[in-house]
């Protein structure tokens, strides 16, 4: 069989997962040298790896990976579950853990009353599905950041947010109502790069999967 020769390419989430999936290539034993001292650079060789690192926003992530222009991405389940993309999710990465939480004004009785609650987010799809699941009938607001903002400024009722260490809410004056669902952060992989690919996609996803389990024992 003819052997592809160009890298792997796999597509990082900058910010707050980037730390993370850095560190978890460099314990696989990859030089991320080229990551480290990115500057402006966005796309970055791994040396000898066989491997190319490209550096998006999460929405980014999925659709390149979508597209096939990225065999690999490392993003967090809050963008897939929003997104709702024609992808694998292969591996669970365990890092990034937070949450999806309904949240209000401390000690607002949220399910109280009859009127229709408006909901501000920046994860429509997710609210939608959130409350379709309870039967209830809600007004969605997008909002694109800061949005505990929303019902302190009197335009929502409450948000459906992540909540990772609680601080926003805590120093807002919200608190949580009700969980949705646990967060963190996933390998995926484009369907048609995992056919083609498959040998060296298995190779990868096998040693990501052992670094995982050896941390978490
Ligand atoms: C996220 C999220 C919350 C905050 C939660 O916002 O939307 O606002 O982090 O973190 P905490 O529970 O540790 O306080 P982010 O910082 O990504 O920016 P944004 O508000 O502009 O979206």
């Known amino acids: 069989m003819l052997k592809n020769n160009k890298p792997l390419r796999i597509a990082l989430t900058k910010g707050r997962l980037e730390k993370d999936t850095v560190r978890l290539l460099e314990s696989l034993g990859y ?15 791994i040396p000898d790896g066989n491997l190319e690192v490209v550096l998006a926003k999460a929405a980014d992530v ?13 993003v967090g389940k809050d ?41 501000a987010t920046k994860y429509p799809n997710v609210t939608k599905a959130f409350f379709e699941n309870k039967n209830m009938d809600v007004d969605i607001i997008k909002i694109e950041g800061s949005v505990e903002l929303a019902p302190l400024l009197g335009l929502a009722d409450g948000i459906v947010d992540i909540v990772e260490t609680g601080t926003t809410l805590k120093e807002n004056g919200l608190a949580v109502v ?7 952060a996933r390998l995926i992989v484009n369907t048609v790069s995992l056919k083609m690919r498959q040998q060296e996609i298995e190779n990868f996803v096998q040693k990501v999967e052992a670094k995982i389990n050896e941390s978490e024992n």
């Open 79 to 119: 963008t897939l579950m929003e997104m709702n993309g024609k992808l694998f999710e292969l591996v669970n990465l365990g890092f990034g853990k937070c949450k999806f939480a309904l949240a209000t004004r401390k000690d607002y009785p949220f399910y109280d009353g009859f009127g229709i609650k408006t909901i």
């Open 62 to 74: 999925i659709t390149y990976v979508e597209h096939g222009v990225c065999d690999m991405g490392v």
């Open 31 to 45: 030089d991320c040298t080229a990551v480290h001292e990115k500057g402006r650079r966005l796309i970055l060789p």
């Open 178 to 184: 009700e969980d949705v669902s646990q967060i963190s």
